[in-house]
């Protein structure tokens, strides 16, 4: 795997490389010039800083089959076109690049694990969602993924109204019955112009089965007339996130992709608001706990659900020998050191099937940064 594909499957595969040695290189880039100037620079130095913590772990041969997985990453990079952080992920199995449309901390790390967090973050806010553009005189349907937007082409989209409508108006010598007449005439004319376009919509919406298949949001773009001829006929009035009100049929694919990104990542960022909302409920019933040793106790059990975690929230933490009591100090008795036992918490909790969400920092400071939904 050399290139990148799907955030959901690089996590998979990340998640499931575990007890091999694994190189996490993570680093903070720049999209636009002077700043990416220093982005090759910082990545040589990060990759310099694998090198000296694989020496000082593994065998010379190991060693040195990573770094040259780590160099042929380095040459693939574009560096003329960086988001605003880069991941480069190696083992015996793996080899590859995540680009990151959100800002990340520097992190070299050589281990048992990969280092998720960062790419469960980018999965987290990666779900899938479609724009319908409206226009007067067409459909477009789009398919997005954070910032990643690609037009839909196939044999129904994008759909082309056709205006079938046509009269010859009254002469100019026409007396003023005439003149009623013509009124009358661009009266009937706006009905029937509504109704077709109901009619248009009707289909538009019918052919949306095909791909609102997991209940996927969906943002309508368009005119504000044409926007609510469209929900009148609806039937997915519950996929319907955000509605974008203008004439935006001449924008660039990139243009449009920048129109509705803030959009979607507030629509993700009242997904999350909710969550909060239920574990604060679930809490109340005794169906939830805070605080990492309590999270970390019950989710060794199994009970762990949905897993809310502040995006930025780091701590150490010692585990026992049964590795079921996690303390925050070093105890007596022999004991492992986590450097971040959130994160090891948080690949606890995915391997026991549960489910992990990033929150804003500190809309969990009542609950010790962290939360847990049980099962039970």
Request: neutral net charge; proline residues 3%.
């Amino acid at each position: 795997m050399a290139t990148e594909t799907r955030t959901s499957d690089i996590l998979f595969a990340l998640q499931n490389e575990q007890g091999n040695a694994c190189v996490s290189v993570i680093v903070p880039t720049h999209r636009t010039s002077p700043d990416r100037r220093a982005d090759r620079l910082v990545l040589t130095k990060a990759i310099k800083k694998a090198g000296q913590l694989l020496k000082a772990e593994y065998s010379a041969d190991l060693s040195a089959l990573l770094m040259n997985k780590l160099d042929k990453l380095f040459q693939q990079i574009d560096f003329d076109h960086n988001d605003d952080g880069l991941g480069l992920y190696v083992s015996k199995n793996i080899q590859l690049i995540v680009s990151f449309p959100f800002p990340v901390k520097e992190k070299v790390v050589a281990g048992d694990s990969f280092q998720i967090r960062d790419v469960l973050y980018k999965e987290n806010y990666s779900e899938p969602y479609y724009v319908l553009l409206l226009a007067e005189n067409s459909a477009q349907l789009y398919h997005g993924s954070w910032t990643e937007l690609e037009e839909i082409k196939d044999k129904n989209f994008p759909m082309e109204y056709e205006e079938e409508y046509s009269y010859d108006p009254p002469g100019r010598n026409m007396s003023f019955s005439g003149q009623f007449h013509i009124k009358s005439l661009e009266k009937d004319k706006s009905k029937l112009k509504t109704t077709r376009y109901k009619k248009f919509f009707q289909n538009v919406d019918k052919l949306l089965n095909g791909f609102l298949v997991n209940d996927e949001p969906l943002i309508i773009v368009g005119a504000d007339r044409l926007s609510a001829l469209f929900e009148s006929v609806s039937t997915h009035e519950k996929n319907i996130a955000r509605k974008i009100t203008g004439s935006y049929g001449s924008l660039s694919l990139k243009q449009l992709s920048d129109l509705v990104s803030m959009v979607i990542f507030g629509h993700l960022q009242y997904k999350r608001a909710e969550l909060i909302e239920e574990f604060i409920r679930k809490y109340g019933q005794g169906l939830a706990t805070s605080g990492i040793q309590d999270v970390w106790s019950t989710a060794m059990e199994g009970k762990a659900f949905k897993l809310l975690v502040e995006k930025d929230y780091h701590k150490q933490g010692f585990l026992d020998e049964s590795r079921y009591h996690l303390s925050l100090r070093p105890p007596q008795k022999p004991h492992t050191v986590l450097t971040d036992a959130v994160d090891d918490l948080i690949e606890l909790v995915l391997k026991k099937d549960g489910k992990v969400f990033f929150v804003d920092n500190e809309s969990l400071k009542d609950y010790q940064r962290i939360a847990l939904i049980t099962r039970y």
